[in-house]
């Protein structure tokens, strides 16, 4: 089939002609296909508040809101409405700062086109292009649409779309896609593809469906799972005892009604979402921008990193490499040659990388050119004539197999340059320079070379045992070379194999691989998912549109520095410095936040596993509750709103990916909460020991509760002795006003029954001895595991 009758076959698919469309035709296909734009998908600020709501933890409070307001229990309902709603204003307000992706991707389609309607060329803005149109682009343009070129050539940039890291030539009937760039040239061409139905739309619509599992709401579930367990076993023997004992179930009920607020994490939520934004506001400070609260704490979690090879391990521009000369040449002489027939002013990446090249060896040339051709496609060379002492002197610098036609070369010699060159990775550029006959004067290699801090960047991550594997849309030779050099690895999946593998075999295949090469974007978002599958935490680095789906899966998606806004917006991170070390600090920082949360939420198990199970055996022991459902709600409200500063809170990192074992974290909060409740039934004992009556004793079992609360956060925010690590000043300050206000309220009787202010000093003495013990255990026990 001849280009004409393909282009004819062209021109008839689409039912239009080379003088293009007339404006009622255009007009017509608008409303048959739509614009040339990405749908908007938007969700109103309101009802993204009302969700907040709408999870397991709420439901459980608003439950108790429910059931306080049945018993007539106003002030219990009014605080835990209160703790309700805060928790769910701080989510909203920190989690709303994500811009969206799909409105960041409908603005970047809104560039301007230059179209042929009615017999005229006309400027038009792109949204209004339709499949028939005839269009223009040249040096600079964004490309609007997917066309097929009628007429001219042009080199564009789509490693934003395809990975592809070298610019890529573009003659008559190839496809241009809609969002590469044009560096050269000038054609026409007719629109094929608008909107969701470019490549670019394609992606797009990834982008909409790809989502990162969230895991702070599981670990919350898993957590109130146990304690709910707990508490409704207790509840049940304590109305069944109440029955057998005669006691009456008005009495019962109020108190199970707070046993079961006491075991609702009702502060944890919030608690999770401060530490993050907090954790964020760090991060920021540092460079990196989160957009999504848990990537803060899941980089913690992470042990796999995918890194997009263009624009991200490399600078995303040629290179020279160290040049090969002939025999009789210097590496000087391959550098001037090949400098005299460039042009910098053509924006030709080739051209402008020669003359790079020789600014950074400092190689110049004092003759004067006659004659430039710029770079031709379709001769794949360029060439000058050159005003010299001696005369003239013609000189060529072009692809290899031309050159080698034009120019005398030792044949054998050539080819293996050729080939070892190429079997590295390089793109091989020959020169050639002669007065009546040319001969080779040498070769060129061109790279994209890695970021000076990519090496050390990859060593700092393993050592952090997170696992780096790269990505990228070039071929294998090129990414394992690029690999090996930056310290990954060379063990490359050829990535049709994995595509035709089965889900079992996928999976082997994706996570033993280093080097995945000859990707599309597609795939991307397909090694994330598999990576996911088998159970890891995914890390994924990129800069440009054909990153954003699997940037928008991972659980921590990074947009490096001068992404494109679809990278950005679909990223949960964005880095504002140039290279990759901010990585370290955000893996470090999220470790951090554990390590806080861990403290927390190991606190706040031990303090509800204490105040269940003491109140509910002394009820069995002494025949009467020991404190009242008003001072554990004051309990809750004192101790959580005050544990919340663990999150601003000095910690140390780990050297290893942080994950959240519910399970042992259950069981190492079931052996400290044992000594805690013997402390508990202690402090019991001496209060009757001290002929205290049973108003007294509740509100010196309530100093005991704040007083071990707080001296157990201290127990755990460290592996070593209490005084190994200092705390925050805002953990210490709340602390110390935590126990100034208990010792205040109980001694002059403000919402608790008075009692001495030496009893109280005492039960505080007691608790803090009782911790000096505790601590010498935990050490001893964390030695033995």
Known sequence: MSDNETLDSLLKSLNTTLNGLTSEEAKSRLLKFGPNEVKEKKRSPVIEFLLKFWAPVPWMLEVTVVLTFILQKYLDMYIILFLLVFNSVISFVQEHRAENAVELLKRRLQVMAKVKRDGKWISIQAKELVPG??????????????????????????????????????????????????????????????????????????????????????????????????????????????????????????????????????????????????????????????????????????????????????????????????????????????????????????????????????????????????????????????????????????????????????????????????????????????????????????????????????????????????????????????????????????????????????????EECQVFAEVFPEDKYTIVKSLQDSGHVVGMTGDGVNDAPALKQAEVGIAVYNSTDVAKASASMVLTHEGLTDIVEAIKTGRKIYQRMLTYTMNKIIKTLQVVLFLTLSFFVTRFFVTTPFDVILLLFLNDFVTMSIATDNVTYSMKPERWNVDKIVRSSLILAFLVLLESFFVLWFSIYLRLDVNQIHTATFDMLVFTGQFTIYLLRTRGRIWSSRPSKPLLISSIADILFVLMISSLGILVTPIPIQVTLLILLTAFTFNLIFDQIKVSLLRLT
């Open 133 to 510: 149109d005839l269009v223009t682009i040249r040096i600079g343009d964004i490309v609007p649409a997917d066309i097929r070129i009628v007429e001219g050539e042009v080199l564009v940039d789509q490693s934003a779309l395809t990975g592809e890291s070298q610019p890529v030539e573009r003659k008559v009937l190839d496809t241009v896609y809609s969002g590469s760039v044009v560096k050269r040239g000038e054609a026409k061409g007719i629109v094929i593809s608008t909107g969701e139905r470019t490549y670019f739309g394609k992606t797009t619509q990834l982008v909409q469906v790809a989502k990162a599992k969230s895991h702070i709401q599981d670990i919350i579930m898993k957590i109130v799972r146990y304690l709910i367990m707990i508490d409704v076993t207790l509840v049940v023997a304590l109305t069944l005892f109440a029955l057998l004992a005669g006691i009456r179930l008005e009495e019962v009920l109020p108190f199970s009604l707070v046993v079961l607020i006491a075991s609702v994490p009702v502060a944890l939520p919030a608690t999770f979402t401060i530490a993050m934004a907090l954790g964020a506001e760090e991060l920021s400070r540092k460079g990196i921008l989160v957009t999504r609260l848990n990537a803060s704490e899941d980089a913690a979690s992470m042990d796999v990193l995918n890194l997009d090879k263009t624009g991200t391990l490399t600078e995303n521009r040629l290179r020279v490499g160290d040049p090969v000369p002939s025999k009789g040449y210097t590496e000087r002489d391959v550098i001037v040659y090949a400098l005299l027939a460039s042009d910098e002013a053509t924006l030709d990446p080739i051209d402008v990388a020669v003359a790079e090249c020789s600014r950074e060896r400092g190689v110049t040339s004092s003759y004067s050119r006659l004659h430039f051709e710029p770079f031709d496609p379709s001769k794949k060379r360029t060439e000058a004539i050159i005003s010299t002492p001696e005369g003239e002197l013609r000189i060529m610098k072009g692809a290899p197999q031309v050159i080698e036609q034009l120019a005398s070369v030792d044949k054998k010699w050539f080819d293996e340059q050729v080939s070892l060159l190429s079997s590295k990775g390089f793109r091989v550029i020959a020169v050639a320079a002669g007065r009546e006959k040319l001969e080779v004067v040498g070769l060129l290699p061109l790279y994209d070379r890695p970021r000076p801090d990519s090496a050390r960047f990859i060593q700092e991550i393993k050592n952090l045992g997170v696992s780096p594997k790269m990505v990228t849309g070039d071929n294998s030779l090129i990414a394992v070379e690029v690999a090996k050099e930056v310290g990954i690895g060379d063990r490359v999946c050829d990535m049709r194999e994995v595509r035709e593998a089965s889900k079992q075999e996928k999976m082997k295949y994706v």
